[in-house]
């Protein structure tokens, strides 16, 4: 079993940054990708960023590319969402996961351990 702890969500102007960490414990020794995902009210949770188990390798959604860095430190078991620019509809429950393999995908599927989500909330 694998536990994912997310933090650093919170309230923020648009315009600002925010940087999301995200805390993994138990059963981490094998090398596996984490990803980042949200989920807005009433909507499906999608796919925000993931990152492969060296770090040397990442990939973003279109509403991500350019403002947000995903980033990992293997030492401290923690991944990361550094967020700048945030716009209004950035505002949405982000969760981390757990990926099955080392490479992640952009599907949930491929993650088989998620966090229990770090509200963010853009003001207008």
């Known amino acids: 079993q694998v536990q994912l702890v997310e933090s650093g969500g919170g309230l923020v102007q648009a315009g600002g940054s925010l940087r999301l960490s995200c805390a993994a414990s138990?059963?981490?020794?094998?090398?596996?990708?984490m990803g980042w995902f949200r989920q807005a009210p009433g909507k499906e949770r999608v796919f925000v960023a993931t990152?492969?188990?060296?770090?040397?390798?990442?990939s973003y959604a279109d509403s991500a590319k350019g403002r947000f860095t995903i980033s990992r430190d293997n030492a401290k078991n923690t991944l990361y969402l550094q967020m700048n620019s945030l716009k209004p509809e950035d505002s949405a429950v982000y969760y981390c996961?757990?990926?099955?393999?080392?490479?992640?995908?952009?599907?949930?599927?491929?993650?088989?351990?998620w966090g229990q989500g770090t509200q963010v909330t853009v003001s207008s």
């Open positions: 138990g059963r981490t020794g094998s090398a596996r990708a």
């Open positions: 996961g757990y990926g099955n393999s080392v490479w992640g995908g952009r599907s949930e599927n491929e993650y088989a351990y």
């Open positions: 990152i492969n188990w060296s770090g040397s390798l990442t």
